[in-house]
């Protein structure tokens, strides 16, 4: 499947959408965190199974798309692309926040505990100690695989070095910190394990565990089947476990709904092989519902860069009555926020593409 690797896949556009939905869903539903329990807890809790594949399956499509890139350009070319998208991303993102939060504390919930006296030493501190949007840590998580991809790309070509590498990955980085969880292992027992550089890093895991999806399993009757089971299974066991640990508990633990938790892992990949299925139909579409597709998966990046600004400016302007209506149906915050955001960001990203194209049509016909 190695020719897949250069041909766009219209089906992980798709996976993108849905996984930047997912984001706005996990955390229009922060409820689940609360000391009450009942059904607007359960409700939540709910929603965060459900939604929980958000970060694997973003990490997994980044492994899809660049574990091969010596094929493509260089590694200088690779970095400079990296730094251009997400670094700059990550820039613009912070100073938007910081911004926004510091010139109008008052129309934001929670910016008087982010900026205090708006300067840009206080700034700088933030952006160092990601602190001005804590959901941009993944930025920086993906950002410390980047710099190690050159080194998890020599096994591309090698499916017997990846498989392995995944497995060990899967054990240091989700069975073992579970055992450790129930109880079932002493941390002590383990300590030396969890310093194994790659190996206990989730987010390396999905990296790798999405090319090998995508390159070297085959989409087969057999797949799909396990692919459906895992996909529908994972969530409701996660909600049951997080349930019972729960449910008698104003403590919140989040480790059984959690994109590190084992299946979280399995939910993920069930999720990716199922949606794949839909890329013969997605590609005989027509060439003007392929680029409304291609215009909302590029937009996912600006979408998350800015729903949590949105999400805290509704928390302090929303009636009281909206507001918890949001508490009730976190779903129905969840999909405002994502319209609200996703509609600028979308007409942006489509503005770009023109632009873009415009600029390589002038090009050649100079």
Same mark, same amino acid.
């Given at each position: 499947m190695s020719a897949s690797t250069h041909m766009r896949l219209y089906f992980e556009d798709v996976l993108n959408v849905l996984s930047c939905f997912a984001v706005v869903a996990l955390h229009?539903?922060?409820?689940?965190?609360?000391?009450?329990?009942?059904?607007?807890?359960? @409700?939540?809790?709910?929603?965060?199974?459900?939604?929980?594949? !958000?970060?694997? *399956?973003?990490?997994?499509?980044?492994? +899809?798309?660049l574990m091969e890139y010596r094929s493509r350009y260089s590694t200088y070319e690779f970095f400079r692309k990296r730094v251009l998208r997400v670094g700059v991303a990550l820039l613009v993102g912070s100073v938007a926040c910081y911004l926004?939060?510091?010139?109008?504390?008052?129309?934001?919930?929670?910016?008087?505990?982010?900026?205090?006296?708006?300067?840009?030493?206080?700034?700088?501190?933030?952006?160092?100690?990601?602190?001005?949007?804590?959901v941009y840590w993944f930025f920086y998580a993906i950002i410390g695989v980047y710099c190690v991809t050159p080194l998890l790309s020599l096994a591309a070509d090698r499916p017997r070095l990846l498989r392995g590498l995944l497995a060990g990955g899967f @054990?240091?980085?989700?069975?073992?910190?579970?055992?450790?969880? !129930?109880?079932? *292992?002493?941390?002590?027992?383990?300590? +030396?394990m969890q310093g194994w550089p790659l190996l206990t890093s989730t987010a390396v895991f999905y990296f790798l565990f999405g090319y090998y999806l995508r390159e070297y399993v085959p989409d087969t009757p057999a797949v799909r089947?396990?692919?459906?089971?895992?996909?529908?299974?994972?969530?409701?066991?996660?909600?049951?476990?997080?349930?019972?640990?729960?449910?008698?508990?104003?403590?919140?633990?989040?480790?059984?709904?959690?994109a590190f938790f084992p299946l979280a892992a399995a939910y993920a990949a069930g999720l990716f092989c199922v949606v794949r299925i839909l890329e013969p139909r997605l590609r005989a579409l027509g060439k003007r519902a392929k680029s409304v597709l291609t215009?909302?998966?590029?937009?996912?990046?600006?979408?998350?860069?800015?729903?949590?600004?949105?999400?805290?400016?509704?928390?302090?302007?929303?009636?009281?009555?909206?507001?918890?209506?949001?508490?009730?149906?976190?779903?129905?915050?969840?999909?405002?926020?994502?319209?609200?955001v996703g509609v600028p960001s979308v007409a942006y990203a489509a503005a770009k593409r023109t632009a873009k194209r415009r600029a390589r049509e002038t090009a050649f016909a100079r």
């Open positions: 229009c539903s922060l409820t689940v965190f609360g000391k009450g329990r009942g059904s607007e807890w359960e @409700l939540a809790l709910a929603q965060q199974a459900a939604f929980i594949f !958000a970060v694997p *399956v973003f990490m997994m499509l980044s492994g +899809a798309n926004a939060y510091g010139l109008f504390p008052d129309s934001f919930w929670g910016a008087r505990d982010v900026v205090k006296d708006f300067s840009l030493g206080e700034f700088v501190h933030g952006f160092l100690g990601n602190t001005i949007n804590n @054990l240091l980085a989700f069975v073992v910190p579970t055992l450790t969880w !129930a109880h079932l *292992v002493m941390p002590e027992d383990v300590s +030396a089947a396990a692919a459906v089971v895992a996909m529908v299974a994972s969530p409701v066991l996660m909600y049951a476990i997080g349930h019972a640990v729960n449910v008698a508990s104003t403590q919140y633990d989040s480790f059984p709904v959690n215009a909302l998966s590029s937009a996912s990046l600006y979408v998350y860069l800015f729903h949590i600004p949105v999400i805290n400016w509704l928390g302090v302007n929303v009636t009281p009555d909206l507001s918890g209506r949001f508490v009730r149906h976190p779903l129905y915050e969840a999909v405002i926020v994502f319209v609200l």
